[in-house]
């Protein structure tokens, strides 16, 4: 076990630092390194390398291949993910930022992981602090306008799995029967946005659409505000921000893969509800100083 690791070094180290000093004697162009390899490039004594080589293998952020050591799948996933999010939040962080100036209410990008979404990024002004969110954050995928964009537009094996996991209520609003979520995801397939209407947050409604071409969604664009206390005012503005948030998503997808099928088969700019075109054209130079992190 790692928490057995005898330190012998004048300043102590975590386990964390530790496992990333074994890690990090990967770097460069030898894909393979032998025990005596990696003691040498890490500094970490001989009886805990050996020992943190091989919880590393059973976890698979490393493969052993006799008596040497390389990165393992684990690693090659995760690091494409990273650079998946990384590509992905730099080509929306300008059209969020369009669509927030739009529409004055705060932006997310969220992913699907499991049976929650996890937001990558959010774009909000002094109106932010009325909506409980954060990047990084999670929330159920079955309560929230971009899990419904998610799950309609997905893997089938994915809503599947948010039922398994149960649909708990955090407002007396949540769907907590498949029927009515099924039948709701459906209403999201047939319209191309998804609505929260005070599902994951008591005064917060949401409008969601999926980031996608003519395949599965990869992320969702949402736009959340507080609750209008007229309900036919609360519906008049899921009109209004429903074809904003469609466009914006439209426009991420092209700025990620080019036009496509979707691209092919889309209005002439002018005739796209949302973002006017000039506006569009300033945002792809915006694209050039955005950075991840």
Known sequence: MLDQVMETDPVPLSLLEKAARVLGAFEGPQPRLSLTEVVRRSGIPRSSAHRILDQLVGLRWLDREGRDYRMGMRMLELGALASHHNRLRRAALPLLHALHERTGQV?????????????????????????????????????????????????????????????????????TRPAALRAELAAVREHGVAHDREESFRGISCVAAPLRGAGRA???????????????????????????????????????YGPGRAGRSAPPPDQRPGVPEETMDNMMGWLRFSEWM
């Open 107 to 175: 932006v997310h990008l969220s992913v699907l992981d499991g049976a929650e979404v996890v937001c990558l990024e959010r774009i909000g002004g002094a109106e932010a602090a009325g909506v409980p969110s954060r990047v990084g954050g999670r929330l159920p995928a079955h309560c929230t306008a971009s899990g419904k964009a998610l799950l309609a537009f997905g893997d089938p094996g994915a809503l599947e799995h948010v039922l398994a996991q149960g649909l708990r209520p955090r407002t007396a609003h949540t769907l």
């Open 218 to 256: 990869v992320a969702a664009i949402s736009v959340s505000a507080p609750s209008p206390t007229d309900s036919h005012q609360g519906e008049r503005e899921h009109a209004r921000l429903g074809p904003l948030v469609l466009a914006c998503a439209r426009s991420v997808w092209r700025e990620l």
